[in-house]
């Protein structure tokens, strides 16, 4: 099982009681038969089974109709609806594989995707990604993404493939790694980019987070201010995730969620990636630290901008406001 349901006990979807997956796969079937579909019973179903749940139904469905559950739903809905829906029927290691393929697949390079779960997948997690991806298309996903990206970005990337994080905290190295990033920042003309990839893609989270406060007291500056100045573009984006998901997870995709809301336009497939993937992780947290961080609730915010039955399957994966 993917690594995501260790720590399942934060998230908004949970396994439902009595669970029957035969009566769950009539209901789809109902759903969808005959003129016109119930939207609402495939949501409310959908939304209120953990992902596990969800495959077994996709096989009951295919024993007792003879279909596949996934291409009927696709036939049956559309547009941003079609894919919240498609994502949650999707395994979580598969929905990973599946996005970082598109990012370097499909025409020029997504790199918000690439950052996005590189930086905020554990150590094991991103083992998983590579095996299931060569196993699923038969390449290299570190010979993919060299091949789509350079300079420190890629390097940064490639060390965060590897899966090899060091653990715990190294007392006697705190001191002399902030010293190695404010040398490399603040204190020279020009950047040493280097330091800050070695650095920020081999430590743990925990000794990181006192990395950033000996580096607060030595330099005056929290460490992503420095980011902000002296790196630009694909690598700072990415210094800027793997600091954040260091120092808190829900609050980074808190901040991703708000960004992905504010402004003109929606980022859709950002909003649909984190509410899928997180919904059965840690979106009570992603819900608290959103309130924490900006001056709303993150019911309110997708209340506000998006709407239909998409609406109501976001709204449900959310689980609650916390105005």
Do not use: W
């Not at 995730?241 to 960004?259: D, G």
Request: charged share 25%; proline share 1%.
């Amino acid at each position: 099982m993917y690594a995501f349901v260790l720590q399942a006990n934060r998230g908004t979807v949970k396994p439902t009681g009595n669970f029957n997956t035969s009566a769950d796969a009539e209901v789809l079937h109902k759903a969808m038969k005959g003129l016109g579909t119930d939207e609402d019973a495939i949501l409310q179903l959908l939304t209120a089974r953990s992902n596990t749940q969800r495959q077994e139904i996709k096989n009951t469905y295919k024993t007792l109709f003879g279909k596949d559950l996934i291409n009927d739903l696709k036939g049956e809905l559309g547009g941003k609806f079609e894919s919240l829906i498609v994502a949650l029927m999707t395994p979580p290691l598969a929905y990973d594989v599946t996005s970082l393929r598109d990012a370097i697949k499909g025409a020029g390079t997504d790199e918000k995707v690439l950052i996005e779960i590189l930086a905020s997948r554990t150590a094991h997690q991103v083992k998983e990604i590579v095996a299931a991806y060569r196993k699923e298309y038969d390449d290299n996903l570190e010979e993919d993404i060299c091949g789509d990206t350079s300079g420190h970005f890629k390097r940064l990337l490639v060390i965060l493939l590897q899966g090899n994080r060091q653990t715990g905290i190294q007392e006697g190295n705190i001191e002399a790694d902030a010293q190695a990033l404010f040398k490399a920042g603040e204190e020279k003309y020009g950047t040493d980019e280097q330091s800050f990839v070695t650095i920020l893609g081999n430590r743990s989270a925990e000794h990181l987070r006192k990395v950033f406060d000996a580096y607060m007291k030595m330099s005056g500056f929290e460490i992503e201010e420095s980011i902000q100045r002296e790196t630009s573009g694909n690598l700072r984006a990415l210094l800027l995730a793997v600091v954040k998901c260091a120092r808190s997870i829900p609050a980074y995709f808190a901040e991703s969620l708000y960004y992905a809301m504010k402004g003109a336009g929606t980022d859709d497939a950002t909003l649909i990636r984190v509410m899928v993937t997180r919904s059965e992780v840690d979106m009570l947290d992603i819900r608290k630290e959103f309130r924490r961080l900006f001056a709303c609730s993150l019911h309110s915010m997708i209340k506000g901008d998006t709407g239909g039955d998409y609406r109501k399957a976001l709204l449900l994966l959310c689980g609650g406001d916390d105005a």
